[in-house]
């Protein structure tokens, strides 16, 4: 079953606070998990990605945190600011040949609103 | 170095057209990826193409949906006899490399949101 599950689906932070976003996944052949933002009527970006090699990645306020024996990621934003509040969708794939390779399968997406 | 591009943004249909989609990608990226997103809802994989071939298209319905990435020119995915359950946003994604030992990035066009009345 090539699914992932994205938890809280929404949540409220205030200025300064930090926002945790979880992502849970089944298929143990996935080896890329990606983070993204979407505002509002665009398209998503890139956040941060991570492998499973790691098992935390850190870029500027963001931090990915991959527990590989537990199949779960997480997001982590640090001193979130009103500027932060778009949906966050994490995502898998699986990069080996045959198959579904490369598709990213996405979470159903988390609102965050930061509050001044 | 211009973004992914999608036409047209917004595309008003009836029920029993057709929709074609239009997904440029990033200069000197020849793997095109299609996603579908309802509201609320996360991405759903469609299709994956190369310049002239479908490598994946496990996503897509099996009738009233195609893709096609020719030599020239944009990528096109087209929704023949649209039905209001089609109403979605589509996005593309443009990547430089195939999958496979390293993933690569994908990165997103601002979507076509497609509303079939």
């Known amino acids: 079953q090539q699914q992932v599950k994205q938890s809280p689906q929404s949540l409220i932070v205030q200025k300064g606070g930090i926002s945790i976003i979880n992502c849970a996944y089944e298929?143990?052949?996935?080896?890329?998990f990606p983070w993204y933002q979407q505002f509002p009527g665009k398209g998503p970006a890139l956040l941060i990605a991570?492998?499973?090699?790691?098992s935390e990645k850190k870029e500027g306020r963001f931090t990915i945190s991959f527990n590989k024996s537990a199949k779960q990621f997480s997001l982590h934003i640090m001193d979130s600011q009103p500027g932060d509040s778009a949906t966050y969708f994490c995502?898998?794939?699986?990069?080996?040949?045959?198959?579904?390779?490369?598709?990213?399968?996405f979470g159903k997406g988390t609102k965050l609103s930061v509050k001044p | 170095n211009a973004g992914v591009m999608q036409n047209p943004r917004h595309l008003v249909r009836r029920r029993g057209q057709e929709a074609r989609l239009r997904c440029s990608p990033m200069?000197?990226?020849?793997?095109v990826y299609w996603y579908r997103q309802l509201p609320e809802e996360g991405l759903k994989f469609m299709v994956y193409?190369?310049?002239?071939?479908?490598?994946?298209e496990s996503g897509m319905p099996k009738e009233r949906f195609s893709a096609e990435f020719p030599k020239e020119g944009p990528s096109i995915l087209r929704i023949q006899q649209v039905v209001r359950g089609d109403s979605a946003a589509y996005f593309c994604?443009?990547?430089?490399?195939?999958?496979?030992?390293?993933?690569?990035?994908?990165?997103f066009g601002p979507g076509t949101r497609l509303l079939v009345l």
């Open positions: 994604a443009s990547s430089p490399k195939p999958p496979g030992g390293h993933q690569e990035t994908q990165y």
């Open positions: 298929n143990t052949a996935f080896d890329y």
């Open positions: 991570i492998r499973p090699d790691v």
């Open positions: 995502a898998a794939s699986a990069s080996g040949y045959g198959g579904s390779q490369g598709n990213l399968i």
């Open positions: 200069k000197g990226h020849s793997h």
């Open positions: 193409l190369q310049k002239e071939n479908i490598i994946d």
